[in-house]
């Protein structure tokens, strides 16, 4: 019993947040596929052009999604929005790279060119891709703002007086 309140004492805070970040994150995968399917298997685009393309797609709507109601509480304002949105940035990109690193593999290396694998592979990257990015934008993006909010003074800490 001990291991399960020392677990939930240690992540417990990060669960509705972790939820959030589903629902947005799962928003995000229903564009990317959307894009990628119908470029890929109805065009003819390359695999890992086609899975860039609805990448990108998800990495917008997972931006504001994850600004404006995951992290919202957490977000940066005014100069800080420029380093935030650059963080954002490169880690979905470094998301990507897992993701298309093992599209590649399974469509390139292995030859497995049909459309379940194409979707199988897309799906086990996006979930590889999910918990780093989950980790990389509590860590490095959403960090509070710190730097845009006036220190708090003396006053601020006093407990208020019941009348």
Do not use: C
Request: net charge neutral; glycine share 14%; aromatic share 14%.
């Amino acid at each position: 019993m001990s291991l399960i309140r020392d677990l939930y004492d240690r992540f417990g805070h990060i669960g509705a947040e972790g939820l959030k970040f589903l629902v947005v994150g799962g928003a995000g995968f229903v564009v990317q596929m959307g894009i990628q399917d119908p470029l890929h298997m109805g065009m003819g685009v390359g695999a890992i052009t086609a899975q860039t393309i609805g990448t990108i797609g998800g990495i917008i709507l997972t931006f504001f999604g994850n600004r404006y109601w995951t992290y919202r509480a957490k977000r940066s304002h005014g100069k800080e929005f420029i380093r935030e949105t650059w963080q954002f940035l490169l880690w979905a990109v470094i998301g990507w790279i897992i993701q298309a690193g093992l599209q590649a593999a399974v469509t390139y290396g292995l030859g497995m060119t049909d459309g379940i694998s194409y979707n199988v592979a897309t799906m086990f990257g996006i979930a590889i891709a999910t918990v780093f990015r989950f980790w990389a934008y509590r860590t490095f993006v959403f960090t509070g703002g710190k730097e845009d909010l006036p220190p708090v003074t003396a006053e601020q800490l006093e407990p208020e007086q019941a009348a």
